[in-house]
């Protein structure tokens, strides 16, 4: 049969459904379309065909809402056309009325299982049970197309979940384990009793030891910390002119022992110019820093990790190559991803949280650079490739920033100049450490483990610096500075645990001009003390 050409019904203005006539009988079709131009408050258009044979092609080509479906054709019926129908998505894309001579329920039953929304007797037609019954069954398709939407959503939000949750207790077991691992050698070391026997050198090494771990363990916090910022947005970035090459060679002597330790090879092979860069030093300094840390790591004894900087455009490229064991050939680029070290074997024989390129991704990003990691060509090894914005130059008088040297000291007792400081602290551990250490650098301290204590002091002598934690027992350190800041106004640093940026605009707020979070290295102290005291 030629297919006719689409005809229409229905009022001006009014909504269009196309509709497509599968029947052998050219005047059950007129009944049909005589039903629906009766219609008035939608316009139907009408596509008809005499056979299953070109059925599908005809759907396919014209796109119909729905389908009124002869049950007898002459080279078939009607459900083998809706079996043939799932080829293209089935009655859920294109629904589906039945129609038929007979009334009989075995056959309604029969296509309502094979996927068809409704079924009908030719000899029941009139215009407002076919019109309702095709609205019916769109709607009915709409729906069965948004449930199984949604089913095959909430199958992919289930494993989703299932993901996240074995990864959380994956990440919780390393977290312990790391957290572990530097207190292990700590807590054996402070809880030797007997000392008979040891030399000046055995305690060196020993503290040397102590503060080796401590710093790793702050290091882990630092990385959890500077995650949350990440993934909330509250990463920021203080740019100025530095020294790409200084903030490298700093970055390689912060990982100088490990290397050693293993007798990896470093190969320097720096553009021959000075390279400056409008950048965080610190930050940049961190990036290179967990490169250099994860080269080291996975680069056997003997190995070569070779450093190179060349400029392109407008960016330079840095590349940190080993002769490791290389990155997973599947997905490569999964280890950007918090937590991701490629493989659990990789986690248990290397260890760490997987936080370190995921951060260093992060903060190359805030710089308006990128990274990426492949494998070297032809021998083993992975290839980190770093690439930054050039700064703008810089004027003669302006020296570029450079972040501390690893191992820098700070002045000694002579800078003090007996400076008084009122110390807040609540455990008496550190409280006892740290008056010792400042006063051992010249400075006069006066403790106390209160607020109301501190307003007492504060009240009875004239100090030059406050140096306070936040959590005391009767009240907290924003408040005591809030307080000190209307009776006796006095340059403050604030302790504390909690190292948010959040935390830090609080404690700037209440007054303080420093938030040093905990741990805190003590040279940092020296540091911020000389700056306020000047």
């Known amino acids: ?182 207190l292990t050698p700590v807590l054996t070391a402070v809880s030797q009793t007997d000392f008979t026997g040891a030399t000046t050198q055995d305690f060196i090494e020993t503290f040397a030891m102590i503060r080796r771990n401590i710093e790793l363990e702050a290091r882990l916090i630092d990385d959890m910390l500077d995650l949350t910022r990440i993934s909330t947005g509250k990463l920021q970035i203080h740019a100025r002119t530095i020294d790409l090459h ?33 950048a965080d030093a610190g930050r ?12 080291v ?51 248990r024989r290397f260890g760490g949280l997987g936080l370190g390129l995921a951060i260093s991704k992060a903060l190359v990003t805030a710089h308006g650079g990128t990274i990426r990691a492949t494998n070297r060509t032809g021998e083993p090894g992975a290839v980190f490739t770093v690439s930054l914005p050039l700064g703008q130059p810089q004027p003669p008088s302006q020296q570029p920033a450079q972040p501390a040297a690893p191992g820098s000291r700070q002045p000694s007792s002579s800078a003090a100049k007996a400076a008084s400081i009122l110390l807040v602290e609540d455990h008496a551990d550190s409280a006892a450490v740290l008056s010792r250490m400042l006063a051992s650098r010249g400075y006069q301290v006066q403790v106390a483990t209160t607020v109301a204590e501190a307003l007492d002091l504060a009240a009875a002598h004239p100090f030059d610096c406050l140096v306070s934690d936040l959590g005391l027992p009767d009240a907290s350190g924003l408040e005591l500075m809030k307080t000190l800041a209307a009776s006796h106004p006095l340059p403050a640093i604030a302790l504390s645990g909690y190292g948010m940026e959040s935390d830090v605009q609080r404690s700037l707020a209440a007054g303080f001009k420093h938030h040093l979070t905990k741990p805190v290295d003590f040279q940092q102290i020296l540091h911020v003390l000389q700056t306020l005291l000047g």
Request: net charge negative; hydrophobic share 35%.
């Open 1 to 182: 049969m030629n297919t006719p050409a689409p005809s229409s019904s229905g009022g001006p203005g009014s909504a269009l459904v196309r509709i497509f006539l599968l029947d052998d009988n050219s005047i059950d079709r007129e009944a049909c379309r005589r039903n629906l131009s009766r219609v008035e408050v939608v316009s139907y258009e009408f596509v008809e065909h005499n056979s299953v044979d070109g059925a599908l092609d005809r759907v396919r080509e014209w796109d119909p809402h729905c389908i009124l479906l002869d049950y007898h054709l002459h080279d078939g019926n009607g459900l083998q056309f809706l079996e043939s129908l799932s080829d293209i998505g089935g009655p859920r894309r294109y629904p589906v009325v039945m129609l038929t001579g007979t009334g009989n329920e075995k056959i309604a039953v029969e296509v309502m299982k094979t996927g068809a929304q409704d079924y009908l007797s030719k000899e029941s037609l009139n215009p407002e049970l076919l019109h309702r019954t095709i609205e019916g069954a769109i709607y009915r398709a709409r729906t069965e197309r948004l449930l199984e939407e949604q089913r095959i959503e909430m199958a992919r939000l289930y494993l989703e979940a299932q993901d996240a949750n074995t990864r959380k207790d994956q990440f919780l077991a390393n977290l312990s384990h790391e957290l572990r691992t530097p």
């Open 297 to 347: 790591k996975f680069t056997p004894a003997e190995g070569t990790i070779t450093v190179s900087t060349h400029k392109h455009g407008g960016n330079v490229q840095i590349e940190v190559a080993d002769t490791g064991i290389g990155l997973p050939v599947d997905n490569a680029e999964k280890i950007f991803d918090a937590f991701e070290q490629g493989s659990s074997e990789v986690t």
């Open 284 to 295: 940049v300094q961190q990036v290179f820093w967990n490169l250099f840390k994860n080269a």
């Open 246 to 278: 200084e903030v490298l060679h700093y970055a390689a002597e912060a990982c100088e022992a490990e290397r050693e330790a293993k007798h990896i090879r470093l190969d320097w092979r720096l553009a021959g110019e000075r390279i400056l860069l409008s």
